[in-house]
């Protein structure tokens, strides 16, 4: 409730309600200080942080919500450009565009660097930026220098004219800043209050986790020396003051009495074995307990992959989420990409959400017969029913929000009913009610890199709600656990576990991308062909082999050829053939002959259009 003009920057820590705080402050200014919906801006990092923040909007101030503008900041940027995604994809190539290159583009034009015939700079920055007067930022602490540039033209930082800026607010943590790997840069929330004048205030009641993962939480952040909430430490929301620090599960659990657990185990076996025995003793404690409600995090996809195998060794369904940087172009995977061919012959016409969802069939697929795809789908027109109160709009709206939430799902959680496993990067922004936290955290080189990984440590930590099982593996230096002695730990050794399958624990799992394949094989041969006949019945889950054939490896379902691995996927895999126990479909991905960028290759095509099956 500040002034509307003045510029705040909110360090808020887990779990203390981040985006309320951004959600009531847009209600604030829409319903006390009347600011037309028109003039705020808000700015997420990916989609599903967008819908969130539009449909917890929409709930608390109706219809006074409509016109907010909430995006990401590649969507954005296309939007000052004067970019679409529709128009990005008709080919492979283009399916990924430059994202990066648009920022800095959007960048340069609202800073007046790019010449607008007929236009003063001046004219163009007010045009391109519609009227808004407040722009809010969520996650600032995970920015990057093209993204603090974006921003930083957008509120006018370094104009003179007072008038011409905008007021800022930034919510953020830098306790949380993780992303160091993609370009991110922890000090730019740090510089945040120098670069816009802006006042701090702190968030720090934690309304997620019970008394006892806050203070192992906060012990474990205390060791880092760098940070911008020092004096301000994270405790238990004030409702929850009185409650056991160990919430339900004090009386619940015999064993730990809702303390944070640190488990000892000698190697990667030991590990995944106790993380299973665990798993089954809350179930054995709570029958009600769902898998969903359970995750297990890791530093790495290797640290999760003997877990993963031994959980599905034991019949536990899984959420794999270690491999969504692999994922093929989605609007090319064939049950998307001939729904969107469909949409596209309705373009131009109005059509409500669920008309859509009828005309993709998915409403009628539900169950075990349905592919991972045709379900992806099913939840994104479902999402653009509820984004829209199913109102009736443009198909070619329908398309482009299609196209913006496939190239957002690499960032996006896989969903499921199976105990979700993913690398603690991935999970950032998730909760759940329990986590385990794998070993093998050795820290940094040096001051700074120690620092973030236990910064990434702390997110792990963070994202439980009820139960948190650290593991300290005997194999390894573990660097964070140390200093977990409290009354709110218990450390105990985990229990040996004899007869554990070394054929299961030793298995790893592998996604091909389109990297590793001759994506022109089929295209080489005509329409005719039979080898084109046995694609177009392959469907997703049905089993391949990959088989030497001299120096090359063919793809092969029911013992025909239907795909050849690229040079470098069969120099990567001509060693490992043998260990490889069974191989299905993840994916039939579409190529077309437009896709191929070289006149010696196109040459050699007979086809216009033909798929790759995508191994997992």
Same mark, same amino acid.
């Given at each position: 409730?500040?002034?509307?003009?003045?510029?705040?920057?909110?360090?808020?820590? +887990?779990?203390?309600?981040?985006?309320?705080?951004?959600?009531?402050?847009?209600?604030?200014?829409?319903?006390?200080?009347?600011?037309?919906?028109?003039?705020?801006?808000?700015?997420?990092?990916?989609?599903?942080?967008?819908?969130?923040?539009? =449909?917890?909007?929409?709930?608390?101030?109706?219809?006074?919500?409509?016109?907010?503008?909430?995006?990401?900041?590649?969507?954005?940027?296309? *939007?000052?450009? /004067?970019?679409?995604?529709?128009?990005?994809?008709?080919?492979?190539?283009?399916?990924?565009? !430059?994202?990066?290159?648009?920022?800095?583009? @959007?960048?340069?034009?609202?800073? /007046?660097?790019?010449?607008?015939?007929?236009?003063?700079?001046?004219?163009?920055?007010? =045009?391109?930026?519609?009227?808004?007067?407040? #722009?809010?930022?969520?996650?600032?602490?995970?920015?990057?220098?093209?993204?603090?540039?974006?921003?930083?033209?957008?509120?006018?930082?370094?104009?003179?004219?007072?008038?011409?800026?905008?007021?800022?607010?930034?919510?953020?943590? !830098?306790?949380?800043?993780?992303?160091?790997?993609?370009?991110?840069?922890?000090?730019?929330?740090?510089?945040?209050?120098?670069?816009?004048?802006?006042? +701090?205030?702190?968030?720090?009641?934690?309304?997620?986790?019970?008394?006892?993962?806050?203070?192992?939480?906060?012990?474990?952040?205390?060791?880092?020396?760098?940070?911008?909430?020092?004096?301000?430490?994270?405790?238990?929301?004030?409702?929850?003051?009185?409650? +056991?620090?160990?919430?339900?599960?004090?009386?619940?659990?015999?064993?730990?009495?809702?303390?944070?657990?640190?488990?000892?185990?000698?190697?990667?076996?030991?590990?995944?074995?106790?993380?299973?025995?665990?798993?089954?003793?809350?179930?054995?404690?709570?029958?009600?307990?769902?898998?969903?409600?359970?995750?297990?995090? /890791?530093?790495?996809?290797?640290?999760?992959?003997?877990?993963?195998?031994?959980?599905?060794?034991?019949?536990?369904?899984?959420?794999?989420?270690?491999?969504?940087?692999?994922?093929?172009?989605?609007?090319?995977? *064939?049950?998307?990409?001939?729904?969107?061919?469909?949409?596209?012959?309705?373009?131009?016409?109005?059509?409500?959400?669920?008309?859509?969802?009828?005309?993709?069939?998915?409403?009628?697929?539900?169950?075990?017969?349905?592919?991972?795809?045709?379900?992806?789908?099913?939840?994104?027109?479902?999402?653009?029913?509820?984004?829209?109160?199913?109102?009736?709009?443009?198909?070619?709206?329908?398309?482009?929000?299609?196209?913006?939430?496939?190239?957002?799902?690499?960032?996006?959680?896989?969903?499921?009913?199976?105990?979700?496993?993913?690398?603690?990067?991935?999970?950032?922004?998730?909760?759940?009610?329990?986590?385990?936290?794998?070993?093998?955290?050795?820290?940094?080189?040096? =001051?700074?890199?120690?620092?973030?990984?236990?910064?990434?440590?702390?997110?792990?930590?963070?994202?439980?709600?009820?139960?948190?099982?650290?593991?300290?593996?005997?194999?390894?230096?573990?660097?964070?656990?140390? +200093?977990?002695?409290?009354?709110?730990?218990?450390?105990?050794?985990?229990?040996?576990? @004899?007869?554990?399958?070394?054929?299961?624990?030793?298995?790893?799992?592998?996604?091909?991308?389109?990297?590793?394949?001759?994506?022109?094989?089929?295209?080489?041969?005509?329409?005719?062909?039979?080898?084109?006949?046995?694609?177009?019945?392959?469907?997703?889950?049905?089993?391949?082999?990959?088989?030497?054939?001299?120096?090359?490896?063919?793809?092969?379902? !029911? /013992?025909?050829?239907?795909?050849?691995?690229?040079?470098?996927?069969?120099?990567?895999?001509?060693? *490992?053939?043998?260990?490889?126990?069974?191989?299905?479909?993840?994916?039939?991905?579409? *190529?077309?002959?437009?896709?191929?960028?070289?006149?010696?290759?196109? @040459?050699?095509?007979?086809?216009?259009?033909?798929? #790759?099956?995508?191994?997992?």
């Amino acid at each position: 409730a500040a002034h509307p003009d003045r510029n705040m920057l909110i360090l808020a820590g +887990p779990g203390s309600g981040k985006t309320r705080t951004v959600v009531h402050r847009c209600a604030y200014l829409l319903r006390v200080e009347r600011v037309p919906a028109a003039a705020i801006l808000v700015l997420c990092f990916n989609r599903n942080a967008c819908l969130t923040l539009r =449909r917890r909007l929409r709930d608390l101030v109706g219809p006074d919500a409509r016109g907010v503008t909430v995006q990401t900041y590649h969507g954005l940027a296309m *939007r000052l450009v /004067g970019a679409s995604y529709t128009g990005r994809n008709n080919g492979s190539r283009a399916e990924r565009p !430059d994202f990066d290159e648009m920022l800095v583009q @959007a960048t340069r034009l609202l800073k /007046g660097e790019i010449d607008m015939p007929g236009m003063e700079p001046d004219e163009l920055r007010d =045009r391109l930026l519609a009227g808004y007067r407040h #722009i809010l930022v969520d996650e600032y602490q995970d920015i990057d220098e093209r993204q603090y540039d974006l921003v930083s033209a957008i509120a006018g930082r370094t104009l003179q004219d007072q008038d011409s800026k905008l007021s800022i607010l930034a919510v953020g943590d !830098d306790d949380q800043n993780i992303y160091t790997f993609r370009g991110t840069n922890v000090e730019f929330i740090r510089k945040f209050a120098d670069d816009y004048k802006a006042k +701090p205030y702190y968030l720090v009641e934690n309304y997620r986790s019970s008394g006892n993962i806050i203070s192992a939480s906060n012990t474990v952040i205390a060791q880092n020396h760098d940070r911008m909430k020092i004096e301000h430490p994270i405790q238990i929301n004030r409702a929850r003051q009185n409650d +056991p620090p160990g919430g339900v599960w004090t009386a619940a659990d015999p064993l730990a009495h809702g303390r944070v657990q640190v488990l000892t185990v000698a190697d990667l076996p030991h590990q995944s074995a106790a993380v299973i025995s665990e798993l089954q003793r809350l179930r054995g404690l709570y029958s009600e307990l769902e898998w969903y409600d359970c995750a297990i995090l /890791g530093r790495t996809a290797e640290d999760l992959a003997p877990v993963r195998a031994l959980c599905e060794h034991q019949g536990i369904p899984v959420i794999w989420n270690a491999d969504r940087d692999k994922l093929p172009p989605l609007p090319r995977v *064939r049950e998307i990409a001939t729904y969107l061919d469909a949409l596209a012959e309705h373009r131009s016409e109005l059509q409500r959400p669920e008309a859509l969802l009828e005309m993709s069939g998915t409403h009628e697929a539900r169950g075990s017969s349905e592919t991972r795809w045709a379900a992806l789908l099913r939840e994104l027109l479902i999402e653009l029913a509820e984004e829209t109160g199913n109102a009736e709009q443009p198909v070619q709206a329908a398309m482009e929000f299609l196209y913006e939430s496939l190239h957002d799902q690499k960032r996006e959680p896989a969903t499921g009913k199976g105990v979700f496993m993913a690398t603690v990067h991935s999970a950032k922004g998730m909760e759940f009610p329990h986590v385990f936290l794998l070993g093998g955290w050795k820290g940094g080189a040096n =001051r700074a890199k120690q620092e973030e990984e236990r910064r990434a440590y702390y997110v792990g930590m963070t994202r439980a709600k009820e139960n948190l099982c650290l593991f300290e593996r005997q194999d390894s230096q573990e660097a964070f656990t140390r +200093p977990l002695q409290s009354t709110a730990v218990l450390r105990r050794q985990a229990a040996p576990v @004899a007869g554990i399958p070394e054929q299961v624990i030793r298995r790893r799992y592998a996604l091909l991308t389109l990297a590793d394949y001759f994506l022109d094989w089929a295209g080489r041969k005509p329409p005719s062909h039979t080898a084109h006949a046995k694609l177009s019945k392959l469907k997703t889950g049905d089993p391949l082999k990959l088989r030497a054939a001299g120096e090359m490896i063919e793809v092969v379902a !029911d /013992g025909a050829q239907v795909g050849l691995l690229s040079k470098a996927g069969a120099e990567a895999w001509r060693t *490992r053939l043998d260990s490889i126990e069974e191989a299905e479909v993840f994916a039939m991905v579409r *190529r077309q002959a437009s896709d191929s960028d070289a006149p010696e290759h196109a @040459a050699k095509l007979q086809s216009q259009a033909w798929e #790759i099956p995508i191994a997992e």
